[in-house]
């Protein structure tokens, strides 16, 4: 699924993403109705990120008025306080009904070794994915290689293409010239 925020309408949009042909075409998810909506005029969802605990994490700008001055008639502008609210934000979790907070990942990947760090890209929660494949990067670890040469072989990273291909992408960072060559190639 995509997630979009809508500051202007206050809510927040989810559409299905659906391949179609060489891309992928976004298909609304729900049905006469948003994935978030709110009838407070100053619900402002400006950003979403998934957090480590498999929740999305919406920040609220929470404010009165988000168009910028340039975009309003000036008698409008005499009139509107674009302060109102500056100081208001939130940020909410949503979260799977009957989902807990879990624990925080955070000591997990402190000591987290290459095997560990390439066996968590395999993790069902794009966070976790996320943050593996981005020590892999900063570490530049030679050791990386062998150990994503090896899960790209296996059944556990055969089944999901985007993982492959991000795998692949690590091993062509580090230099790995079989990999560049096959980024390259038409096998992609």
């Given at each position: 699924c995509a997630?979009?925020?809508?500051?202007?309408?206050?809510?927040?949009?989810v559409d299905q993403l659906v391949p179609r042909a060489a891309t992928f075409a976004a298909v609304p998810l729900l049905k006469e109705r948003e994935f978030l909506a709110s009838?407070?005029?100053?619900f402002r969802p400006v950003f979403?990120?998934?957090?480590?605990?498999?929740?999305?994490?919406?920040?609220?700008?929470?404010?009165?008025?988000?168009e910028h001055p340039d975009y309003l008639?000036?008698?409008?502008?005499?009139?509107?306080?674009?302060?109102?609210?500056k100081n208001q934000g939130r940020i909410w979790r949503i979260a799977?009904?009957?989902?807990?907070?879990?624990?925080?990942?955070?000591?997990?990947?402190?000591?987290?070794?290459?095997?560990?760090?390439?066996?968590?890209m395999a993790d069902e929660n794009a966070w976790i994915r996320a943050t593996a494949e981005r020590l892999l990067w900063e570490r530049g670890d030679a050791d990386a290689?062998?150990?994503?040469?090896?899960?790209?072989?296996s059944n556990a990273a055969s089944g999901v293409q985007y993982r492959r291909l991000r795998m692949l992408g690590i091993l062509e960072g580090l230099h790995d010239a079989a990999a560049a060559a096959y980024l390259r190639s038409e096998n992609v």
């Open positions: 997630f979009s925020c809508d500051p202007t309408g206050n809510l927040v949009h009838t407070d005029h100053w979403l990120a998934s957090g480590p605990d498999g929740a999305l994490y919406v920040c609220d700008m929470y404010r009165k008025v988000i008639p000036q008698e409008v502008r005499k009139r509107t306080d674009f302060e109102s609210g799977h009904k009957g989902r807990s907070a879990g624990k925080s990942p955070r000591a997990e990947f402190g000591s987290a070794d290459v095997a560990k760090l390439v066996a968590l290689v062998q150990n994503l040469k090896a899960a790209l072989g």
